[in-house]
């Protein structure tokens, strides 16, 4: 197979490993024990959370569900969200569950005089993962990533795929019937969460990354054309000023990786080049993993984990094309 070319970029990939298992294989319904739900209530819900994060929720209608990141005042991630309105004065944030406590302590700090109110309902609500056969139909045939749908008390949300296979996440209380579909392992779908080449935010990478060293300006997490957020400034500079010089890419290696590993190249064992951000088994053997790393290194190629001499890394072709800098 040919090497796959990412679009804007002038350098090439590697096609994934003979013989892998491709992200098609996911098929079925996960339950999934690692993510959290923040509920914000309130005539003020929306124009508060907007004023938080890098995505619009003023304009946020009821069928539609955005990624978006919450940063410092230095532009670095603080945590990300799949966010989407369950009512007009209801939005539901999905995260991580480990950074959740420190996100809503942080958050609601901001809340002030705002009519909104943060909660952990994450006790109250099963959270699933649909992925190929098992995913619902949403209104037409055609899939589109981050349409949403209501019924009844859950809650519907696309995915960008993982590869060419669907995904969805299926948000119910406690006690709703199952989603109809095949048992899938928490460890395929994260496995399928990293080929989808959208990174979710934990612990190991807070405040490691601006958004768009996690390509987050390429897959909908960043509006540049709504008003300011903790982070704006740096965010926006980031983008207009300047080719940026660090991105996020998959990759695989023969070894485990974890968040937060850091990678050097082959002639200097001083300085990590890139770092491993999301990662996870592959089902034919190895780690597959999302990575934010120098583009100059990713050109160069001989990508070696936590030393210039170790573990080989393989960089792997981005399943969507990254924009243009601005």
Known sequence: M???????????????????????????VALL?????????????????????????????LHTARLAAFCSPKGRMLASFIGFKRSNNEIWLICSRDILAPTLKRLSMFVMRAKARLSDVTPEYAIYGLAGNATKSIADSAYHTGVKVDF???????????????RQLWIAPLGEPLPDGADLAL???????????VATLTAPVVEAFVPQMLNYESVGGVNFKKGCYPGQEVVARSQFRGTLKRRAFVAHADVEMTPGLEIFSAVDNDQPVATVVQAAAAPSGGFDAIISGQLSAIEEGSLHLGSSGGANLQVLPLPYALLDDI
């Open 2 to 28: 040919e090497g796959i070319i990412i679009q804007h970029m002038n350098m090439t990939t590697t096609p994934y490993p003979a013989g892998a298992v491709q992200p098609a294989t996911l098929d079925g």
């Open 33 to 61: 024990t690692h993510l959290g739900v923040i509920k914000i209530e309130g005539e003020d819900a929306a124009k508060f959370i907007h004023g938080q994060l890098t995505q619009d929720f003023s304009l946020l209608d």
């Open 152 to 166: 009844d008390t859950c809650t519907l949300v696309n995915l960008h795929p993982a590869g060419a296979t669907p």
């Open 187 to 197: 460890a395929t779908w994260l496995w399928g969460d990293v080929r989808s080449g």
